[in-house]
């Protein structure tokens, strides 16, 4: 049974507007918005007489209340892939739509009270968003976009001429303005919240003409949806600008006068620096590739330089994670994004909280509804134990997310959130080649395969977890081209 109020008192308020927590208050939610902040008594003066019996009351014992987080780069279809193949190919859509449903639970009991997914599986974060709303699937507010759109050299065409790009990949084809706005207009037919496109893997070309996307943004545009893309160049991220796009994602390699441009038009800017600092950081424990894994610190070593000069000049910030791969798995590792936040583009704590809260509302629908802790606002809140204003990193740890509220609704979790259900994985037979020379080299020492040979060979040998496999084949040759260029 739903309550129709909830009072939280002994709190101290955290959001984005405040650089410090506040002293010990209490706020109250009237249905589903927060009603007013102050002294408990008055609080429950504001409730009917004939609904005091009825008052949902959680004593905080000074802990900090703040807005739950919005993750704007979340994908629920990706399942916790280690491979590609196991996003595009092996995995049957009953089954990636069952597990995109069980894995909601895992994000919000991280906290996670929003997200957006910018491209996936078919429609079944269009379903997956309907279930939510209804009640049917336990889970955090969602936006979603369909496929990605890409060309021929974009993001998500990534296999052979001869196997193409598959109704179940993750990606849809488009090479004429033709077939962008017929994929437009299908994808909206079909209840898309917004549309994704996806330009060069790592940002070493423009993939779409500014024409092309300024076609598509106004077709969105006028069908009444957003359009966002993943741009890591700075040219497809100064064209996508151009185009009127609402937010846009990566965006590691700008020039000043992109990032002034990204200032003055106030678009939010999601960095997603998760997926490559995860890889780079904690890679080696479960069979990263090294370079890959070098590759990635290469990359934000030379990211960290473009962000902070976005920082100074006013870009807007918001936390995306990438959520949805084995390396950036559901419910583990959203919070770390404002630490990364903080470490590659300079922002303050008050800042980063603000990535992950306001300046995130945009890409879930609810710009000005969701993000801070003033009367009218939705009631999507979190109790932390620890103050993130002074250590980020609590935020990290689930156990400190003491309770979880979705529109004045205490969240109750039974545990089974913690469980992960794997994909259905590519079919391997060795991750490395039996030459006559490994076979005796291993008879000799009494192994089979030395753990120097396994790591150097799966760069060449694997299928290896990353957006995609092209994605992983850049950043090795940019890691690559970068160590020839120091020496």
Known sequence: ????????????????????????????????????????????????????????????????????????????????????????????????????????????????????????????????????????????????????????????????????????????????????????????????????????????YQSFTGDEMKQIADLAHQLGKQVTIHARGSAEAGAALDAGFDWIMHAN????????????????????????????????????????????????????????????????????????FALTPYGEWHARELELLMEYAGLSAQEAIAAGTTNAARTVGLEGEIGTLEPGMLGDLILVNGDPLQDIRVLQDRKNIEAVFVGGQQVTFDGSEEQAWANDRAIVYSTSTLTYETAQQGEAQGAVLEDWRLEHRLAEEISFTSEAKEFAHEVTKIGRSDAQADH
Not at 113 to 132: C, E, H, K
Not at 147 to 155: A, D, E, H, P
Not at 300 to 309: D, N, P
Request: hydrophobic letters at 40%.
């Open 253 to 324: 390699f700008m020039t000043d006068e992109v990032i002034e441009h990204f200032a003055s038009s106030k678009t939010p800017l999601v960095p997603t620096l998760l997926l490559l600092a995860n890889a780079a950081d904690f890679g080696a424990l479960v069979g990263t590739p090294v370079g890959f894994r070098d590759g990635c610190r290469r990359m934000l070593e030379r990211t960290a330089e473009t962000y902070h000069r976005a920082h100074a000049a006013g870009v807007v910030f918001a936390l995306g994670t990438d959520s949805g």
């Open 1 to 204: 049974m739903q309550n129709q109020w909830l009072l939280l008192s002994d709190v101290r308020l955290v959001d984005g507007t405040r650089n410090k927590a506040s002293e010990p208050t209490a706020l109250l939610v009237e249905r589903d918005r927060i009603r007013d902040i102050g002294n408990v008594d008055d609080l429950r003066a504001l409730v009917p007489r004939a609904d005091q019996e009825t008052i949902l009351h959680v004593e905080g014992r000074g802990r900090v209340l703040m807005p739950g987080l919005i993750d704007a780069h979340c994908h629920m279809t990706y399942g916790d892939s280690m491979t590609q193949e196991e996003q595009d190919i092996y995995t049957s859509v009953e089954s990636r739509t069952l597990r995109a449903a069980f894995n909601c639970r895992r994000v919000l009991r991280a906290g996670v009270t929003s997200i957006s997914q910018p491209g996936g599986s078919w429609y079944i974060g269009v379903a997956l968003r309907n279930a939510i709303a209804k009640g049917m699937v336990l889970g955090p507010r969602m936006r979603t976009a369909g496929r990605y759109i890409t060309t021929s050299n974009g993001l998500t065409d990534w296999y052979p001429e001869v196997v193409g790009v598959p109704d179940s990949s993750i990606g849809s084809l488009a090479n004429t303005p033709a077939e962008m706005v017929d994929n437009v207009r299908r994808q909206v037919k079909n209840g898309v919240d917004f549309i994704k496109l996806a330009d060069s893997p790592m940002g070493e």
